[in-house]
């Protein structure tokens, strides 16, 4: 669980980037933030899964 946590931090802090890229009109795959909000949900979606087993 705590593996998932840190990617799902990794992965914000890429969104975040590409944000601010998006923001100055130098972004270069705009469909790389909707494949990252996924893969954060996926991620956020597991990590429930996991907390509510154990709870």
């Known amino acids: 669980m705590v ?11 890429e969104i975040f980037n590409l944000r601010l890229q998006q ?12 494949t990252l909000r996924r ?3 996926r991620i956020e ?3 429930s899964m996991i907390r509510n087993k154990s709870a």
């Open 23 to 34: 923001a100055s009109s130098q972004l270069e795959k705009p469909s790389r933030l909707r």
């Open 45 to 47: 979606t597991q990590v």
């Open 3 to 13: 593996e998932l946590n840190a990617k799902g931090r990794d992965l914000r802090q």
């Open 39 to 41: 893969e954060i949900a």
